[in-house]
């Protein structure tokens, strides 16, 4: 028997709609809600340094006074959201639960950086942290130090020299 092109066309053709032709088994919806507030543009990048640390003081106090950072959201509509939930993300410190490592090319170690809500309540990293939203432009406050970790406390195992560390900062609008 002899197969044309045509046939081999017709042929291509039927199992070309026989695949194409499966039921929807899956089935999307949604809301989507209004902007609560805007983050002001200065705050998509916070540099925040603690300058004039000596390790004296490290030893001394183990870690540094608690100083004062803030996140500015504009333009909130509380009609959206009441609230807003704060969660800082970054590489946690082993020896200090819940606090922010050091980068790994940082030539100082022996401390962590802490943070705090503005109740100077402790803020661990990857938990979230709650504020009032006011109109029509909120100030989330809060607080950073340095914490010296346990062992190096106890050891004076404080290195001085230049460090960095890298966090980031989601804002949830429950």
């Given at each position: 028997m002899?197969i044309t092109n045509s ?5 291509a ?7 194409g032709?499966?039921?929807?088994n ?9 902007q609560?507030c805007t ?9 925040v ?10 030893y001394l106090?183990?870690g540094t ?8 959201l504009l ?6 959201a ?15 639960p ?8 940082s ?7 802490m943070?705090?809500?503005a109740?100077?309540n402790?803020v661990?990293i990857g938990?979230?942290?709650a ?16 914490q ?7 050891t004076k195992g404080?290195t001085p ?10 804002l949830?609008?429950?």
């Amino acid at each position: 028997m002899k197969i044309t092109n045509s046939q081999r066309l017709l042929a291509a053709a039927l199992l070309l709609t026989a695949c194409g032709a499966a039921a929807d088994n899956m089935a999307f919806s949604g809301t989507l809600r209004a902007q609560a507030c805007t983050l002001h543009p200065d705050d998509a990048l916070i540099s925040v340094k603690f300058d004039g640390v000596g390790t004296r003081d490290l030893y001394l106090n183990g870690g540094t006074d608690d100083e004062r950072f803030t996140i500015r959201l504009l333009n909130c509509n509380r009609k959206v959201a009441g609230s807003v939930e704060t969660t800082f993300l970054g590489h946690t410190n082993t020896k200090i639960p819940g606090s922010l490592a050091l980068d790994s090319g940082s030539k100082a170690g022996g401390f962590a950086i802490m943070f705090k809500d503005a109740a100077r309540n402790s803020v661990k990293i990857g938990e979230q942290s709650a504020s009032p939203l006011t109109e029509p432009d909120t100030e989330l406050v809060f607080y950073r130090r340095l914490q010296v970790e346990p062992d190096a406390l106890v050891t004076k195992g404080i290195t001085p020299g230049h460090f960095t560390a890298n966090a980031s900062f989601e804002l949830y609008y429950p």
